[in-house]
């Protein structure tokens, strides 16, 4: 067995490296409005509140560990994404992030289109309202029955991501007696600042089709050979959480080089292109995300100076912005259980909840703040590690951060900025519980999401 590996998985130190906090901050009670919903606050009693509500009050009527959406903000972002790319481009929401039937509603009524990539993804878009031909739906491996129900809801487009989908999607839509709309998905080669695990325009892994040695034109020869498919367009994603911009240029010279020989060898040039998603968002104040307005120019401007180059009309641009719209607006709320200090090291702060609504910690070596929410303090800060209730010592929810001295059980602390891919990737682990979603917005707050039951849990164990 190597050195580096263990029965149970990796070695806490490998996956979880120390040193990732800087000096404490200098006010402990601040909020810092990079990181924490629009409406969030601190009343006059010092206790934090969203869309006006009070975060005691949210949690005596909906318990602990919650996540709380600012609705306000949703649709704000929503709408700021709408308003930069305007009516000469489309905005696909990343159902990934976080889907529910009101999140679906939300988009809808805010003018936004919706990228799905799985059945249930596609069942809670259409029950929810969203018109089929505003969903795009992606997916490694999609199966029969999943692509046979999106053409026969008539989804606006289906992204193709292997050689072997693209017949598969061109037999079921000629079963189906449809002409069905689609991209390809392509792997440009590009290496984005980002986690290995969440970077995907790279060779070496699951999605796409590679530009390179040709693979990509010779999936778009096949698809314009068939009747039963109406190629649309080029998908490009070149991962998540990125910051710098360098990467979707070269991505986007790479792609419009495709549509040129595209045009070239087949005298058709496709009117639209995907540059995907993955834009980050601050998880830490260290964070410096751009805003939606600054990143359309961007990419409107990186796409019409390389068709200019190309001699190509400008194809209609779409984005996939998914964490960051619904990333910032929610945070979640957890009760201190059990403070555990280690002399010379760092403090111990268990809560509620864990790795079972927040995996991404884990998973990603991700970042996250918090911060005391149901009062404040003026004790010295302590380094404190925001830990959870299961049997993983890598069970960690928030690394290293500063919370106050005095912190005792009881006490509510919230983490911010976990609206995206925290509730999505939530688990039953040692058959806990996933918390509700409770969506607030001027004064009020209504569950989108219930809280799971021991009922619903042992509703699937049929013994």
Known sequence: MSRSAHPAGPRHADVLPEGHYSAPPADLNALDPKVWAQTVARNQDGVVTVGGIDVQTLAEQHGTPAYVVDEADFRSRARAWRTAFGTEADVFYAGK???????????????????????????????AGMPADRIAFHGNNKSREEITRAIESGVGRIVLDSFQEIVRVAHIARELGKRQRVQIRITVGVEAHTHEFIATAHEDQKFGIPLAGGQA?????????????ELIGIHSHIGSQIFDMSGFEVAAHRVVGLLKDIRDEHGVELPEIDLGGGLGIAYTS?????????IAKALTEIVTRE????????????????????????????????????DGLRTYVSVDGGMSDNIRTALYDAEYS??????TSDAEPMLARV??????????????????????PGDLIAVPA???????????????????VVAVNDGEARVIVRRETEEDLLRLDVG
């Open 97 to 127: 992030a976080f889907l529910s039937r009101a999140v679906v509603r939300w988009l809808h009524e805010e003018g936004l289109n919706l990228d799905v990539c799985s059945g249930g993804e596609l069942a809670t878009a259409l029950s």
């Open 217 to 229: 034109a010779e999936a778009v020869r096949r698809a314009l050979q068939l009747d039963s498919l």
């Open 286 to 294: 260290d964070d410096d995300p751009r805003e939606p307005h600054e």
């Open 307 to 342: 068709c200019e180059a190309a001699k190509l009309r400008t194809p209609r641009i779409s984005v996939e912005p998914g964490r960051a719209i619904v990333g910032p607006t929610a945070f979640t709320l957890y009760e201190v259980g059990t403070i555990k200090p280690l």
């Open 370 to 375: 918090v911060a005391l929410v149901s009062r």
């Open 387 to 408: 830990v959870g209730k299961h049997c993983e010592s890598g069970d960690i929810v928030v690394r290293d951060a500063f919370l106050p001295a005095d912190l005792a």
């Open 418 to 436: 976990t609206g995206a891919y925290c509730r999505s990737m939530a688990s039953n682990y040692n058959h806990v519980l996933r918390p509700p």
